[in-house]
């Protein structure tokens, strides 16, 4: 089995446990083939990948059966902007904190290795939304989690016009906007107010941030919905991000957030679903009143 890795390696620190996880997927059997970058970040740091290791440039022509992101959620998302459209499954092994997306633990290493060898894992497709309108992006121009427009630093409150398959929908007089996926809605549009969707949801989610009409709710859409925005922003710059990646406009434009017409590939091993994480991340269940500092019972 040819494994991929890919990650920020951020902190430095996290370069020894790279190395021993790559040395655990060679001794499971398994070939490992690194990103460039990060090989380069680990020998940076004095981590150097074993001699003789495959590096690639891009997941094109590397014939992967998977790739494994390691480091917490945000180099989860720019590992899936790495493979892009490419039909690669992907698991993230935590090495962060949260670990939402990444959620295989480092403890649970040499068992990840053995059910991905073995095959016992499966696959569950996550939508994707695109946007077009902005050419920065150029061809990485989808989000696993949102698409968010957001005023400059101390910027006053900009006016996104939305459009909803053609028709108007709203102006929003906010700080900003989130378009999240299903996946997405338990990240940035969660902290904002949006609602949880399951995965396998066909939809999208509208969520102002901190809007100036209280009355202005998030707004749930059908998945193959049309969204198109238009930013008026009095001070000229506003941001547009693609989860973890963003871009300074100066102009207004059109931008049109759609699904995109590919999905991206999660391995799920034997015993992971969405509803465990979400007890275990969200602690749902949890009994806060039994676990305040100083708090003694009797």
Partial sequence: MRIGTHGRLYPAAAAATINRILERMTAAGATPVVERGLAERMAEANYPVAEGTELMDRVEGAKLDVLVSLGGDGSFLDSVNFIGSNPVPMLGINLGRLGFLSNTRIEDVDATLKALMERRYSIEERSLLTMEGCASFGTHNSALNEV????????????????????????????????????????????????????????????????????????????????????????????????????????????VVRRAPYRMQLVQLEGQNFLDTLRSKLAWGLDIRSSRPGFQAG
């Fill in 148 to 255: 968010s427009l957001h005023k400059r630093d101390g910027a006053t409150m900009i006016a996104i016009h939305a459009h909803l398959d053609g028709r108007f929908l709203n102006t929003y007089w906010a700080d900003g906007i989130i378009i999240a996926t299903p996946t997405g809605s338990t990240a940035y549009s969660l902290s904002c107010g949006g609602p949880l969707l399951a995965p396998g949801c066909d939809a999208m989610v509208v969520t102002p941030i901190s809007p100036h009409n209280l009355n202005v709710r998030p707004f749930v859409l059908p998945g193959d919905s049309n969204l198109t925005l238009t930013v008026d922003a009095r001070g000229e710059k506003y941001l547009v991000n693609l989860d973890s990646r963003s871009e300074v406009l100066d102009q207004p434009c059109d931008l």
